[in-house]
């Protein structure tokens, strides 16, 4: 069936746990990218001097990622699709991005997301934000054809 409300509750509480202390989750987050994916400090100028939860480019970024994150999950509860902005897509073209490196970041997503909540986590939370990332990907990857 499509993504239900229990499931948007899910990544909303979640996601609120995630605001309530970003520079601490995002290192998490970029940690986590950064083990798997070293490439990812050519891509991103602002990891040049380390996982810095003082830089407000970096936790931006991650909140930035997050909250596109959590509004696929309300977007997939209202309409049973995400939409994209045409300009995320073209970024990701135009930067090359590869279903592996979508696979790194949903990873470091859930990775965090499980540190967040503590003794909230469950397999039925792992899921939703799961799908609400997949979604996600699938809406940006569309505008590269
Ligand atoms: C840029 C979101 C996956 C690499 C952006 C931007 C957004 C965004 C909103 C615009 C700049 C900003 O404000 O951050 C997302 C979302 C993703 C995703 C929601 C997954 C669902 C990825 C992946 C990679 C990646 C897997 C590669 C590891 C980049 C790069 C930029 C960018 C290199 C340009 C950064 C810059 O030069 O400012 N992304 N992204 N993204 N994204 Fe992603
Ligand atoms: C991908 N796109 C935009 C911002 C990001 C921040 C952290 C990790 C991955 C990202």
Redesign the pocket.
Known sequence: GGFTEKQEALVNSSYEAFKANIPKHSVVFYTSILEK?PV?KT???FLANGVDPNNPNLTG?AE??FA??RDSAVQLRAKGAVVADAA?GS??AQ?G?TDP??A??KEAVLKTIKEAVGDKWSDELSNAWEVA?DE??AA?KKAYA
Do not use: D, G, M, R
Request: hydrophobic letters at 65%.
């Open positions: 994916a990812a891509l991103f100028s970024h930035k990622l596109l994150t995320l970024i990701h930067k991005v490196q979508f790194v970041v990332y996600l990907a940006i």
